[in-house]
T-cell receptor, first 114, second 114 residues
Framework: DAEITQSPRHKITETGRQVTLACHQT?????MFWYRQDLGHGLRLIHY???????NKGEVSDGYSVSRSNTEDLPLTLESAASSQTSVYFC?????????????FGPGTRLLVL | QQQVKQSPQSLIVQKGGISIINCAYE??????FPWYQQFPGKGPALLIA?????SEKKEGRFTISFNKSAKQFSLHIMDSQPGDSATYFC?????????????FGKGTHLIIQP
């Protein structure tokens, strides 16, 4: 079955370290998204991509970067982790265009920055 | 600026009752309004969605009511069951929600008491 996976599921790191969270989908979806979820804030969009070599900033992109070298993967990098980036991170994907609007979410990565 | 306001933050309903969660939006360019359901430790999953050309959409026990002039939409869960206990997020987007990210409300923690 097609799916979207994230790794690691849990991560503890120290302030200032670079961290990369992986996201892999097997639906062959062109669109991929990264959100963070914080209590009292819901989910907020970090970055998104329409396809290979395309990346766009979302609402809370400062301190984060993404790259899209193939259809299946959109890794999220925290350049220099800060305590404010402690959060649960969700990756999502969707088909192109308006024909299918559903975003399918991965299981999440819980990140703690000490 | 919070573009989608969701209420209440938490809700307790007796089994068999009606659960009602409300959302209001500000951006009149939004044209797609989904509701996502999230269980603890899982990613959000699409529950039901509506476009502004209809005032109501029903799928089983779940109904979205949409009021374009008031810029409000709500989720009604009829005959609420303990298995409906979860966090519910309303969301909104432009261009169908496929290519662009979703703007989420802050979520409602719903508890259905047996």
């Amino acid at each position: 079955d097609a799916e979207i996976t994230q790794s690691p599921r849990h991560k503890i790191t120290e302030t200032g370290r670079q961290v990369t969270l992986a996201c892999h989908q097997t639906w062959n979806h062109n669109n991929m998204f990264w959100y963070r979820q914080d209590l009292g804030h819901g989910l907020r969009l970090i970055h998104y991509s329409y396809g290979v070599q395309d990346t766009n900033k979302g609402e809370v992109s400062d301190g984060y970067s993404v790259s899209r070298s193939n259809t299946e993967d959109l890794p999220l990098t925290l350049e220099s982790a800060a305590s404010s980036q402690t959060s649960v991170y969700f990756c999502a994907s969707s088909e192109s265009g308006r024909a299918s609007e559903t975003q399918y979410f991965g299981p999440g990565t819980r990140l703690l920055v000490l | 600026q919070q573009q989608v306001k969701q209420s209440p933050q938490s809700l307790i309903v007796q089994k068999g009752g009606i659960s009602i969660i409300n959302c209001a939006y500000e951006n009149t360019a939004f044209d797609y309004f989904p509701w996502y359901q999230q269980f603890p430790g899982k990613g959000p999953a699409l529950l039901i969605a509506i476009r502004p050309d209809v005032s109501e959409k029903k799928e089983g026990r779940f109904t979205i009511s949409f009021n374009k002039s008031a810029k409000q939409f709500s989720l009604h869960i009829m005959d609420s069951q303990p298995g409906d206990s979860a966090t519910y997020f309303c969301a909104a987007s432009m261009s169908g929600g496929g290519a662009d990210g979703l703007t989420f409300g802050k979520g409602t923690h719903l508890i259905i008491q047996p």
